[in-house]
Nanobody, 127 residues
């Protein structure tokens, strides 16, 4: 069973940057479709970055142009580089996985399309 463990969350000021990491263990990263989500209190879990392949990622409008998804199969980890952070980016951030049984990933940003989740890492952005 694949396991995910996010890290890198912190408190930063508006305009700052953070890099989140999500090491993947228990199974080869290449067998899974991966994504990043976030959830703030009282809100639904929001998909923000879904990997289609090594070069292509689908982003939500809320983070497009500011956040960058990357992954390293050699390091068995995925990353989320976040720049120009805003107070509305404050949330718990999660990485998510679903086994790639179709041979391709859609980059889905729907939480119901993923069945493995990490515990989350908190990002707080102050104005």
């Amino acid at each position: 069973q694949v396991r995910l463990a996010e890290s890198g969350g912190d408190s930063v000021e508006s305009g700052g940057s953070l890099r989140l990491s999500c090491p993947v263990s228990g199974a080869p990263l290449g067998r899974y479709c991966m994504a990043w989500f976030r959830q703030s209190p009282g809100n639904e879990r929001e998909g923000i970055a879904g990997a289609i392949n090594y070069r292509t990622t689908k982003y939500s409008e809320s983070v497009e142009g500011r956040f960058t998804y990357s992954q390293s199969n050699a390091e068995s980890a995925l990353y989320l580089q976040m720049t120009d952070l805003k107070p509305e980016d404050t949330a718990m951030y999660f990485c998510a996985a679903v086994e790639n049984i179709r041979g391709s990933c859609s980059g889905s940003l729907r939480k119901y399309d993923y069945d493995v989740w990490g515990q989350g890492t908190q990002v707080t952005v102050s104005s």
